[in-house]
């Protein structure tokens, strides 16, 4: 409690750390103000079916990460998560597209560049997702709209007012990246997943109180639980192999270069959260033809997977994520260029000859340590299905893993890293008595997840 309270007092004599810290709140709280802010024409006291439908599946994920604006039909209702999505395809079109990977040995003018890009698509899907939203928000909160509304001039104002509300989102992410602490980008979404907590926690315990299921020591072995999840996500993110690599030595003048041995830190979980996303998009395809089809037949064939506490539906879901994982691992980490590279800068992995030899070896030891993280992430995926099973409430079951908790884990580690940096910068001690924190190397899009 001591070094914590010294830790403390030592962030806040840091004038820089400080301001960065105090802008960091301020836009936090312009971003939790403006997800109160209801569209106008419509009613927030007659929202109740819309807040059913974004209670569990994958719109409740998306509520959970817009920090309750979804269900509030807030301005901010879409989020940051069009922009994480533009940026998903524009990194895919980089493995597969030779513009694209030209762009990416620009350096910093073909990043600008594609980050140009990210932003008209990032616009694109806006203009096609806010009317399907507002589409959905006539359905389910058909009285929640005044009666006296025209209905284009609403589908186009709310469009324009959805469409402005996530690029503001996108610059508040990058006005924290630029004045505040760590990524902003992750940081908004950190806010939203953790806006959610105190409700979920507070209901669980209410429940727990009221409805006889074990009481408060129920609860209270939840929370021990919830805190083991949370040490093994940790592990998982930051988990390496270091390659060691050595590079011959250059006497260039009187001085010289090179010599000594670096190394290579492979993630165990290179992929991050992005084969838990993919997975759970084609996991909720058996619900959407469920919602289309008029038959019987075939809603009972596929009934086995909509129930998320099912054991199908999780065996499945575990191993597209598995799945998933190679795949995501194989286009993101390229052995052969890592190869290139090391061989370009007069480097070499102790008795393993440069080149292709290299390359081979960097892909057995990532073929290697990807199958044990690709089950611990299955299983840090499927972990809320077993808190549902055992009578936690499903709001406060998605803290129990899947994407929310990775993102949550990672973002948390990034921001503390940031500041033990600045600590360390300036002669103080950091964060832990031993060792540092270390972050998930980020590159400052959705490639850190």
């Known amino acids: ?137 006539k359905m389910q909160a058909g009285p929640s709209l005044n009666a006296s509304l025209d209905w284009t001039l609403f589908m186009i104002t709310s469009t324009i007012i959805l469409a402005a509300g996530s690029m503001f989102i996108l610059w508040l992410g990058e006005r924290i990246t630029d004045k505040g602490i760590g990524n902003g980008i992750s940081f908004i979404i950190l806010i939203g997943i953790i806006a959610r907590l105190p409700q979920s926690l507070f209901q669980e315990l209410i429940s727990r109180m009221t409805d006889k299921t074990g009481g408060l020591i129920m609860f209270l072995f939840e929370i021990v639980f919830l805190l083991l999840v949370i040490a ?128 081979e070896y960097i892909d057995d030891i990532m073929s290697r340590i990807t199958l044990p993280g690709s089950f611990f992430l299955a299983l840090i995926a499927i972990m809320p299905a077993f808190a549902g099973i055992f009578g936690v409430k499903t709001e406060f079951a998605q803290f129990f893993g899947g994407t929310s908790l990775l993102i949550l884990v990672g973002v948390v580690l990034d921001t503390l890293q940031q500041v033990e940096s600045h600590l360390l910068m300036r002669h103080y001690d950091g964060l832990l008595k031993s060792g540092r924190i270390k972050g998930r190397a980020s590159t400052g899009n959705v490639a850190a997840y």
């Open 1 to 137: 409690m001591r070094k914590a309270i010294e830790t403390l007092k030592n962030i806040w004599k840091i004038e820089d750390l400080r301001q960065r810290i105090l802008i960091t709140i301020l836009f936090v709280a312009i971003y939790r103000f403006g997800s109160y802010v209801v569209l106008p024409g419509i009613n927030p006291g007659m929202l109740t079916q819309l807040h059913k439908q974004t209670s569990e599946g994958l719109l409740a994920l998306l509520n959970m990460f817009s920090g309750g604006a979804f269900s509030n039909a807030s301005i901010f209702a879409l989020g940051i998560m069009p922009y994480i999505s533009a940026s998903i395809v524009i990194q895919l079109l980089g493995i597969a597209v030779p513009y694209f990977q030209k762009l990416q040995r620009e350096g910093e003018s073909g990043r600008r560049k594609m980050n140009q890009y990210t932003r008209y698509l990032t616009i694109a899907i806006l203009l096609v997702q806010a009317p399907s939203y507002l589409l959905n928000l």
């Open 232 to 359: 093994a996500a940790i592990l998982l993110v930051q988990g390496t192999r270091k390659i060691p690599v050595q590079y011959a030595k250059r006497i260039v003048g009187n001085k010289q270069y090179g010599g000594a041995r670096q190394y290579i830190p492979l993630k165990v979980n290179a992929a991050g959260v992005m084969p838990i996303i993919f997975a759970q998009a084609i996991m909720f395809i058996p619900i959407t033809f469920i919602g289309f089809s008029k038959s019987n037949e075939v809603s009972s064939f596929v009934h086995a997977f909509t129930d998320h506490t099912s054991f199908w539906y999780n065996f499945v879901f575990a191993v597209m994520i598995i799945l998933f994982t190679y795949f995501y691992t194989a286009i993101t980490i390229n052995p052969t260029q890592m190869a290139e590279d090391m061989k370009r800068n007069n480097g070499f992995i102790p008795g393993i000859k440069p080149g292709k030899k290299t390359a």
